[in-house]
Every structure is written in C-alpha cells, then in structure tokens.
C-alpha cells in the first residue's frame, strides 16, 4: 500500500485546513486508516482512525470536536478536517494504515504517507 499525503500549510490560529491521504497498490477495504502528528523536539502522537469498511472513527482527546476523519471509498482516500486550529496544533502530519485490530499505536501500523507541514500562527 502507497499512502500520498497532501494538505498541509500555513494557517492562522482559530482557522481550518484539510488533509488528505490518498491510497493506492491494493485493495484498503479491510485495513483502518490513521492520521498521527509529529512537533519538533517531541514524539509522534495519535490523532484519528477510521475503518475503512465500517466508518467508525476514534479520536485523540485533544482533537475531539475539532478534527474529522472521513473516507472516500470510490477515490481510495482518507481526509482530515481541522478546524479552530490552535498554534499546538503544529507538526508533520502522517497517515497510515493497518491490517487487522484497530489501534491508536503508531508501531503497529505497517504503512506510512510522507509528512505533511501543518503550522499555525498565533
């Protein structure tokens, strides 16, 4: 599975971007899709997953209420909606899939999309 992330940009804080990750080589029907961040200086951390047969999402505390996941089943691509933007925000987007037990954990999952830059101006 190749995973294209695109998106990314300048905003200010209080605004809205939207991610996308596009998947392509096999079928993703049955994996779960995430989207992880990483800041400069700190770890990679949980942001969203979706399952791609189901549509069942989970996010990450921080994020809950302001980002949605949703997928494209015909275009093979996974979104990400972020609104009220704050400057903690911050960092390289990546997304990502997995086969088998849906997961919040980064080293679990077997396929990565380059980063995409999010940075939010305060």
């Known amino acids: 599975v190749q995973l294209q992330a695109s998106g990314g940009g300048l905003v200010r804080a209080g605004g809205s971007l939207g991610l996308s990750c596009a998947a392509s080589?096999?079928?993703?029907?049955?994996?779960?899709m995430g989207w992880f961040r990483q800041a400069p200086g700190k770890e990679r951390e949980y942001v969203a997953i979706i399952s791609w047969s189901s549509g069942n999402t989970d996010y990450a505390d921080s994020v809950r209420g302001r980002f949605t996941i949703s997928r494209d089943n015909a275009k093979n691509t996974v979104y990400l909606q972020m609104n009220s933007l704050k400057p903690e925000d911050t960092a390289s987007y990546y997304c990502a899939a997995k086969f088998g037990i849906w997961s919040r954990v980064g080293s679990s999952y077997e396929y990565w999309g380059q980063g995409t830059l999010v940075t939010v101006s305060s």
């Open positions: 080589g096999r079928t993703v029907s049955n994996y779960h």
